[in-house]
């Protein structure tokens, strides 16, 4: 009965884990690009210490840093095509929301270039993870609409990259940026979310 009762179960479990609801997994694309603002492209740190680059070192094939600091959504849709599509993607992790926040855009704008960054990046064929980042002081601003619409379009959601290092001190730069050691915590984490989809 016990054998029985796990032959049973195990495809239950399989298709629990698998990545059967995230688009475009046959992508052809030939690299990794990294979208965001200051956190993407590394503030505060030495060249080589931001998330991207540490992130090259788990995967075989290139990973780019289209970071740009103090950018918004609004900015992310003009330069799209040349910072991310231009670069042949197979993934694009898009991390965005906390100078929206800073600078009052307001959140159904923001929710609107988050939708438009992600279905134009599908248009292409590739895959897409969308990086968390809680702002507000209270509950995270961002993140229902994130994961509808991650939900909506196939997306990886990478959760609360944050989380280990906002209140910790010896892994901030600064007030809001991380340390070399807290991008090292950030690599590791959207790692362990992308490789099931990468290799």
Do not use: W
């Not at 505060?44 to 103090?70: A, C, M, R, T, W």
């Not at 989380?163 to 910790?168: A, H």
Request: proline share 6%; glycine share 8%.
């Amino acid at each position: 009965m016990k054998i029985i009762f796990i032959s049973l179960l195990l495809p239950l479990v399989i298709l629990s884990c698998s990545p059967r609801n995230i688009s475009h997994l046959d992508s052809k694309g030939k690299t990794i690009v990294c979208f965001g603002d200051s956190l993407t492209e590394g503030y505060g740190v030495n060249p080589g210490e931001d998330f991207p680059s540490l992130l090259g070192k788990y995967f075989s094939i290139p990973v780019i840093n289209s970071g740009q600091s103090g950018e918004t959504t609004r900015d992310a849709i003009r330069r799209i095509d040349r910072d991310v599509l231009a670069h042949n993607p197979k993934l694009v992790i898009i991390e965005f929301g906390a100078n929206d926040f800073f600078k009052q855009i307001p959140k159904e704008e923001t929710l609107k270039n988050m939708e438009e960054i992600v279905s134009n990046i599908h248009k292409t064929g590739a895959m897409t993870a969308i990086a968390i980042v809680k702002v507000g002081l209270i509950r995270n601003r961002y993140k229902s609409g994130f994961e509808k619409i991650a939900k909506k379009y196939g997306s990886i959601i990478i959760p609360d990259v944050m989380k280990d290092i906002i209140n910790n001190p010896k892994l901030k730069y600064d007030g809001i940026h991380p340390n070399a050691e807290g991008y090292k915590i950030i690599a590791e984490q959207i790692s362990e979310r992308i490789s099931p989809y990468i290799e």
